[in-house]
């Protein structure tokens, strides 16, 4: 059973920057899916980056999604070495405020671009126990 721990959360005032991680062990599969998903007291869990296992696509952009709402501030990368994923998090803001988690699951389609990886996770993700980012202004 794949195991995940996030750490890099914290308190930052708006417009700061972290970068959350994310080390997977037990982890043995080639093609997979991983991404990062955040929630806030009351609300759904809501996808915000993911990515499909090098490979499992046609093109390098499609093995990438962020959302909308973190398109341009958030990018989702991750280390193969080291089994670690990673969220890099610029121009905070006070919405972004929530508790972070990290996601993994197999990849069993032909292919698993990062918006299908999204969905997938949402379905059928294995998860760390999360990490807090607090934003204030």
């Known amino acids: 059973q794949v195991q995940l721990m996030e750490s890099g959360g914290g308190s930052v005032q708006s417009g700061g920057s972290l970068r959350l991680s994310c080390t997977a062990s037990?982890?043995?599969?080639?093609?997979?899916?991983m991404g990062w998903f955040r929630q806030t007291p009351g609300q759904q869990r809501e996808g915000i980056a993911a990515m499909g296992s090098p490979g499992s696509t046609l093109t390098t952009t499609g093995r990438f999604f962020h959302a909308d709402s973190v398109k341009g501030r958030f990018t989702i990368s991750q280390d193969y070495v080291n089994n670690t994923l990673y969220l890099q998090m610029n121009s905070l803001e006070r919405e972004d405020t929530a508790m972070y988690y990290c996601?993994?699951?197999?990849?069993?389609?032909?292919?698993?671009?990062?918006?299908?990886?999204?969905?997938?996770?949402?379905?059928?993700?294995?998860w760390g126990q999360g990490t807090q980012v607090t934003v204030s202004s």
């Open positions: 037990r982890f043995t599969s080639s093609r997979y899916c």
């Open positions: 996601g993994v699951s197999a990849c069993d389609a032909k292919y698993c671009t990062g918006s299908w990886c999204l969905g997938k996770l949402s379905r059928a993700g294995t």
